[in-house]
Structures are given as structure tokens and as C-alpha cells.
């Protein structure tokens, strides 16, 4: 049997998409999840908070077996490949893997080479892909009920690193989003042709964030950057590309501020900002285990 795998945001179908975030939704109001029987493993090859432990939550609360396997532990650091090491998980019963790796691109490229009734969830490839938490992202927005179709989302930050925003971009652009601005300093602004062409681009935030009903802020990736993104001044960023009280007050009164974590706090935003009441930074929190348990349902239902 062929399992279902996400990898990326284009993989799934509209249908698809659209179920797991009102699934997400309805669970997160209360709505009795599908009890599961299956055996899912949990392999993380960077560090991770929210993802890891919202994966594991997600999978307990729907019963599922789950089996967490620190990469920095395992035979890995033997010289075993991602792909041994998945495929003899799955000889062991493992149904469904869910994976975090440093190296852009490798979910696709494992998706090609994996036994095809091992399932693949993609929790963050380097600079390529986080699917999940994009769609916890719709899911908190349409929780609060933001109207995408009508709404302008302003993603600002280090682009050129961020498997966060190149999520978000390609499933706005799905659920047909009003408008997408980008901003950010230049030397972070992402390379033509990947994911990110035709959108506006602004070069100051003050200027992004009018009529913003949405600004997510994206965490400064420094373990990703080089001597290409010239160096980077943590204070001279936060001067022009933090987000300030009084920057948010450009944008619509109403604009929801989000993060996808880890934050830096006096970095990508204020103290101020992240704790404020137009912050839905824990409330992603809160999602991302609803979120996850609607893409196990829909993965292995
Ligand atoms: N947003 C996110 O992926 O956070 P973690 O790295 O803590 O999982």
C-alpha cells in the first residue's frame, strides 16, 4: 500500500488542504478526534521545540504509538544514512515518519528512495520546507477569523533562509490570499525562483504594514547564514526591521501579529509586540497541536 505523505505545500489537493485546517479548527473547539492504531516515529536531526513536542502531543491525544528517535543518539553518528535509518525503522513497524533535517531538499529526495507504505510528514528541511507549519498558521488565522481571501499578509524578515515563509507563500497563494508583501534588508531577500517570485517587495516595514491585516515576523536564522549575507548587526536590524508598538500602529488596528518561533526577542520585535494583545504567537503554540493531530487523521485515516 501506498502511504500518504506531506512534503510540501503543493503535494496535497486544494480538498485536502482545506480539511485539515477546518479539522484543525473544530478540534481546537472541542471536536472528538479519530482514534488511531498506527506506530508513527518522531526523527529530528535539529533542535526543535514546538514542532517536536506538538508532534508528539498531537500523536499521543489520537492514541497513536510514537516513537522518538534523537538523531544526535542514533547510529547516525555511526555513519548510517537518513534512508537506513528510516527504512529500518519502518522494518521495525513504524508506519509514518515524521522528519526534521538540516539538509534542504531531503524529504523530496527521500520521498523518491523510501519503501512506498512508509508515510512522510516534512518538519523542516534547512532553508526549504515546513508544511505543517503553515497550515497551523492558516489554521490559527481562520480560528480567529481572519478572511484570507480579503486580507493583506506581510511576511518580513530573514526570507532568504526561511522554509517558514516559503510555506506560508505557497499556501497563501492556494487559498487565494488578498495580498502578500515581503520586506526585509536586502542581503536576506530571497534568490529569484525560489517560491517567492511576483510579489511586492518593500525596503522599509513602515511602509509594508499599511493596511496589514496580518505581519508575521521571522526569526533571524544566523545558523544559516554566511560571509554572502553580510554580516548581520542584531541592534542595527532591530532598528529597521524590528517590530515596534509603534511600527504596528501603521498597520490596520486590528493587524494580528505572528511568529513562527524560536523568537528573538528585541530582534524580529519588541517585548512589547510579542506580548501584546495583538500577538497570536502562543495561540500558533496552541494550534500547532491541533494542526498536527488533523494531518495524522487525514494521513492515516
Ligand atoms: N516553528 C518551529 O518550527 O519551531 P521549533 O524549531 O521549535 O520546532
Known amino acids: 500500500m501506498k502511504a500518504m505523505r506531506l512534503i510540501d505545500i503543493d503535494g496535497p489537493s486544494l480538498d485536502v488542504i ?9 478540534l481546537s473547539k472541542g ?30 491525544r489520537l492514541g497513536l504509538r510514537v516513537i522518538n528517535l534523537d538523531g544526535e543518539r542514533s547510529s547516525m553518528t555511526k555513519g548510517e544514512s537518513v534512508l537506513d535509518t528510516l527504512a529500518t525503522l519502518h522494518a521495525m513497524g513504524v508506519e509514518l515518519a515524521v522528519l526534521r533535517h538540516g539538509h534542504t531538499g531531503i524529504c523530496h529526495e527521500l520521498s523518491e528512495q523510501l519503501p512506498p507504505s512508509l508515510g512522510l510528514i516534512n518538519a523542516g528541511d534547512g532553508c526549504g520546507h515546513h508544511p505543517t507549519q503553515a497550515l497551523l498558521d492558516a489554521a490559527t488565522l481562520t480560528a480567529k477569523g481572519v478572511r484570507l ?50 510579489l511586492r517587495h518593500y525596503d522599509n516595514l513602515d511602509a509594508a504594514l499599511i493596511d496589514a491585516d496580518v505581519v508575521m515576523m521571522l526569526r533571524v536564522q544566523k545558523e544559516r547564514m554566511d560571509e554572502s549575507d553580510g554580516g548581520l548587526d542584531l541592534a542595527d536590524y532591530h532598528l529597521h526591521w524590528g517590530l515596534t508598538t509603534e511600527r504596528l500602529a501603521k498597520a490596520k488596528p486590528e493587524c494580528w501579529v505572528m511568529h513562527p518561533g524560536p523568537m528573538n526577542r528585541g530582534v524580529e520585535l519588541s517585548a512589547q509586540v510579542a506580548d501584546g494583545p495583538q500577538s497570536l504567537i502562543l495561540d500558533q503554540v496552541r494550534m500547532s497541536v491541533f494542526t498536527r493531530m488533523a494531518i495524522f487523521e487525514a494521513l492515516l485515516s
Open 18 to 26: 482545506e480539511t485539515i485546517v477546518e479539522r484543525a479548527v473544530a
Open 31 to 60: 471536536s472528538e478526534p479519530l482514534a488511531q492504531t498506527h506506530t508513527i516515529a518522531n526523527v529530528f536531526f535539529e533542535p526543535s521545540t514546538r514542532t517536536r513536542v506538538s508532534f508528539e502531543m498531537a500523536a499521543t
Open 149 to 198: 481571501s480579503e486580507a493583506k499578509v506581510v511576511i518580513c524578515g530573514d526570507l532568504r533562509h526561511s522554509r517558514v515563509a516559503r510555506s506560508n507563500v505557497a499556501l497563501l497563494k492556494r487559498l487565494g490570499v488578498g495580498e502578500i508583501g515581503l520586506a526585509g534588508p536586502e542581503a536576506l531577500m530571497p534568490a529569484p525562483g525560489s517560491g517567492f517570485d511576483g
